[in-house]
C-alpha cells in the first residue's frame, strides 16, 4: 500500500498478546496529501477465525458425506469433488479439479440437457431429482441422482 497499489482481501495469522492465534482478513489503501503525495496507509483488519473454522468444519463434512458431492464455478470447472464421488468414478478430486465437469466427465446424449441445469443452477434456480450419467476412470458410465 505505501508503494501506492491497494491490499484487497490479504489473509494472514495474528499473534495476540495472550498469545492466541487469530486468523485476520486485511484491506489496506493508501493515505495521500493534498499533492497526492503517499504519506501512510490505512488498513482495515477483520478477525476472521470463527468464519475459517466454520469453513474447515463444512469441508470436512463434505468430504466425508456418504454421497457424491461435487461443486462446479461459473466457468463449468469442478471446485469440490469429495471422497464419494472418487469412491464413485475412480478419479481422485487432484485429477478432476479445474477440469470441465460436463466437457469431459458427461457422456455426449446429455451434455446439453446438463448444461442447461448448472446453468440455471448458477442462476439461483434449482432442479430436483435430476438424472444423468457420469463417466468413470475405466470409461463406463454410472448414473447419478442430482438433488
Not at 487432484?94 to 446439453?112: C, P, Q, S, W
Not at 441445469?117 to 463417466?135: D, I, M, S, W, Y
Amino acid at each position: 500500500a505505501l508503494d501506492g497499489d491497494e491490499t484487497a482481501n490479504f489473509e494472514f495469522p495474528l499473534v495476540t498478546k495472550a498469545g492466541t492465534r487469530v486468523e485476520v482478513l486485511l484491506n489496506a489503501t493508501t493515505r495521500r496529501d493534498e499533492k497526492n503525495r503517499v504519506i501512510g496507509v490505512v488498513g482495515i483488519g477483520q478477525d476472521i477465525t470463527a468464519r475459517m473454522a466454520q469453513e474447515q468444519e463444512y469441508s470436512k463434512l463434505i468430504d466425508t458425506a456418504n454421497a457424491p458431492i461435487f461443486g462446479i464455478g461459473v466457468h463449468g470447472r469442478v471446485n469440490v469433488w469429495n471422497k464419494s464421488a472418487t469412491n464413485l468414478t475412480g478419479f481422485a478430486s487432484e485429477e478432476v479439479m479445474g477440469r470441465h465437469l460436463v466437457n469431459e466427465f458427461i457422456t455426449d446424449d446429455y451434455k446439453a440437457s446438463v448444461q442447461g441445469v448448472f446453468t440455471k443452477a448458477l442462476e439461483g434456480r434449482e432442479t430436483a431429482n435430476f438424472e444423468f450419467p457420469l463417466v468413470t476412470k475405466p470409461g463406463t458410465r454410472v448414473e447419478v441422482l442430482l438433488n
